[in-house]
């Protein structure tokens, strides 16, 4: 199984930026085949997918953050990315990695994300 730890979370003003990475535990030849994605999930709020990257590196974003946060990963280093830039108060939220569609088992902690004047 995979296991996720998630890092680089932050206050944060809003127009400010952040990048979120995301270090996944096993073997690399397991890792690359997953397409993995960002979820946030806001207080009160249910968690929702906001970015999402396949194996060979095509994107989806939520409308939310389009235009704003890029999706990247590295699979020798099994590592994924979220940038963050001109982020606003409503990105508030503790932000989590796994797959695309996510596994149960592999939720992290999460890092948490508050975008604050």
């Known amino acids: 199984q995979v296991q996720l730890v998630e890092s680089g979370g932050g206050l944060v003003q809003p127009g400010g930026s952040l990048r979120l990475s995301c270090a996944a535990f096993?073997?690399?030849?397991?890792?690359?085949?997953?397409?993995m994605g960002w979820y946030r999930q806001a207080f009160g709020k249910q968690r929702e997918l906001v970015a999402a990257?396949?194996?060979?590196?095509?994107?989806n974003y939520a409308d939310p953050v389009k235009g704003r946060f890029t999706i990247s990963r590295d699979n020798g280093k099994k590592m994924v990315y979220l940038q963050m830039n001109s982020l606003k108060p409503e990105d508030t939220a503790v932000y989590y990695c796994?797959?695309?569609?996510?596994?149960?088992?592999?939720w992290g902690q999460g890092t948490q994300v508050t975008v604050s004047s």
């Open positions: 796994n797959t695309d569609p996510p596994r149960s088992v592999s």
């Open positions: 096993g073997s690399i030849f397991i890792f690359s085949p997953y397409s």
């Open positions: 990257i396949t194996s060979g590196g095509s994107t």
